[in-house]
T-cell receptor, first 114, second 113 residues
Framework: KAGVTQTPRYLIKTRGQQVTLSCSPISGHRSVSWYQQTPGQGLQFLFEYFSETQRNKGNFPGRFSGRQFSNSRSEMNVSTLELGDSALYLC?????????????FGSGTRLTVV | AQTVTQSQPEMSVQEAETVTLSCTYDTSENNYYLFWYKQPPSRQMILVIRQEAYKQQNATENRFSVNFQKAAKSFSLKISDSQLGDTAMYFCAFMEYGNKLVFGAGTILRVKS
């Protein structure tokens, strides 16, 4: 059974540009969440999608957005990149978004903004 | 706001020995879930063990077990018979409603041969 797949693994962008990251959840999983991991702030919740609807959102500016497609694949977009957006972006999926089993994470996309 | 505190930034243990990682959390809720995740250099977060707050029995998964003290809001992870492959960053995480995980700052565990 394939795990959670995130592409690309590494990305270098210039300040002011925009970027799109992709996440393919485990087959059959309908909930996808995104987290940002930085040395200074640790792991922070970005948003969660379930059946193409955003159910929950963290405290990030509007430059951070996401969406989920009918096949449960999800993308997140960051516009007008800032140096502080450099981070590891992790995607996690679960069957229903239920609380009991936690989430299965991907290996992340390392974004570097220069 | 819910918070999770891991007071040990780094720990070391000899192979085959036992180590305990500490975690405390703050919440006013009665129903919630607690997790320990492991993040090796490959970056993928791997679920180690989970605990439902309404269950008094401590969760166990092979060499991994927890000591869940609900009144004290404490959730420590014990790793028995430590192996070199256990070397990783360990995160304690809390989840209640909203399907949002709140993570602690992490503890780097190094297993020495």
């Amino acid at each position: 059974k394939a795990g959670v797949t995130q592409t690309p693994r590494y990305l270098i962008k210039t300040r002011g540009q925009q970027v799109t990251l992709s996440c393919s959840p485990i087959s059959g999983h309908r909930s996808v969440s995104w987290y940002q991991q930085t040395p200074g702030q640790g792991l922070q919740f970005l948003f969660e999608y379930f059946s193409e609807t955003q159910r929950n959102k963290g405290n990030f500016p509007g430059r951070f957005s996401g969406r989920q497609f009918s096949n449960s694949r999800s993308e997140m977009n960051v516009s007008t990149l800032e140096l502080g957006d450099s981070a590891l972006y992790l995607c996690a999926s679960s069957l229903w978004g239920e609380l009991t089993y936690g989430y299965t994470f991907g290996s992340g996309t390392r974004l570097t903004v220069v | 706001a819910q918070t999770v505190t891991q007071s040990q930034p780094e720990m070391s243990v000899q192979e085959a020995e036992t180590v305990t990682l500490s975690c405390t959390y703050d919440t006013s809720e009665n129903n919630y879930y607690l997790f320990w995740y492991k993040q090796p250099p490959s970056r993928q977060m791997i679920l180690v063990i989970r605990q439902e707050a309404y269950k008094q029995q401590n969760a166990t998964e092979n060499r991994f077990s927890v000591n869940f003290q609900k009144a004290a809001k404490s959730f420590s992870l014990k790793i028995s018979d430590s192996q070199l492959g256990d070397t990783a960053m360990y995160f304690c995480a809390f989840m209640e409603y909203g399907n949002k995980l709140v993570f602690g700052a992490g503890t780097i565990l190094r297993v020495k041969s």
